[in-house]
């Protein structure tokens, strides 16, 4: 029996553009905002999405105000796509690498210590030597970007803890030490350190649920003698280092900080920092990779950089460069 001429294909069909320009209006939530980043109109990108929902035969997003949210079958096909365009940049990156031409854009996670005092000073040496190569690095709490690399919005992440998620590759960076931050005219100003029974009293400001900074201070209490975070006078969470600080200086408790965060606090002598008796609260680093994703000539270039960069100790900070 002959067979119909379009027996064994999807009535379903659409390109890679099409597929990019959805995923885009996904991730920023916007049309508009959607439409400034592939560099068209927003009418254009209302026409292609409404095309592309023609085709499917079926409505991928839901406009909730000025808010754009998939639909079930649009969460589907965002995730369905993700590996495709993955594919498509990896095959644009290894052509422009054949032929010589190191370019394109790569998008990466910072958590906040690595991502507002690290990172900045590595990019600009990353610049030097690929000058051609775009870097887009997007800063939030630990949990988030390990989030943003597992659905594909960032290729690369560094972040302040290591996650237990057996889908990501790890790779330590840079050393880390949590310091005590108090006021210059704080009782212990001028000591070396502070016992753990002396913690139980003090108001503390806390960072927001996600920071790798209070994932790893948690570990480090709870190893010593079980009490964790919970025990302690909690006066105030905060969502940025930058924040903590400046609650520290205006009183509002202490707070345990990356000693990377301190640089110009301590130059101008604003606060001190104090350790805690015992064992020293380190840690480091890490960069992150999805296991189950090819990484594109790009990402492969700046996870090396940023190895290259590991080898040769902890970057300058941001602080310490204005502090100079």
Request: charge should be neutral.
């Amino acid at each position: 029996m002959r067979k119909g001429r379009n027996a064994g294909y999807s009535r379903i069909d659409f390109d890679l553009r099409q597929l990019e320009i959805f995923c885009k209006v996904v991730e920023m939530e916007s049309f508009s905002k959607a439409a400034s980043e592939v560099c068209l109109a927003q009418a254009s990108v209302s026409e292609r999405v409404a095309n592309l929902e023609r085709m499917v035969g079926t409505r991928l997003l839901d406009r909730l105000g000025r808010m754009v949210v998939p639909t079930r079958a649009g969460e589907r096909l965002y995730q369905q796509a993700q590996p495709l365009l993955d594919m498509k940049r990896a095959v644009c990156q290894d052509m422009e690498g054949f032929l010589g031409v190191q370019q394109g854009e790569l998008n990466l996670g910072g958590s906040t210590i690595p991502g507002e005092y690290l990172l900045p000073s590595v990019l600009g040496r990353f610049h030097d030597r690929f000058p051609a190569v775009g870097v887009r690095l997007e800063i939030a709490d630990s949990v988030r970007i390990q989030e943003g690399v597992l659905n594909g919005r960032y290729e690369l992440g560094v972040v302040g803890s290591r996650s237990r998620d057996s889908r990501l590759i790890h790779e330590a960076l840079w050393g880390d030490e949590l310091v005590l931050a108090v006021r210059a005219d704080h009782r212990w100003a001028g000591r070396e350190s502070v016992s753990r029974e002396e913690l139980f009293g003090e108001p503390f400001i806390l960072r927001e649920e996600g920071s790798g900074t209070q994932r790893t201070l948690e570990d480090h209490l709870r190893e010593a003698d079980g009490r964790g975070l919970d025990t302690l006078r909690v006066s105030a969470r905060l969502g940025t280092s930058t924040a903590v600080k400046e609650g520290v200086k205006a009183g509002l408790g202490v707070a345990f900080l990356s000693h990377h965060a301190l640089a110009t606090e301590t130059e101008q002598g604003t606060l001190e920092t104090v350790r805690l008796e015992g064992r020293r609260m380190v840690s480091d680093f890490f960069m992150i990779r999805d296991k189950r994703r090819t990484a594109s000539p790009l990402c492969r270039t700046m996870a090396s950089f940023l190895a290259e960069t590991a080898r040769g100790g902890a970057p300058e900070t941001r602080d310490s460069r204005s502090a100079t």
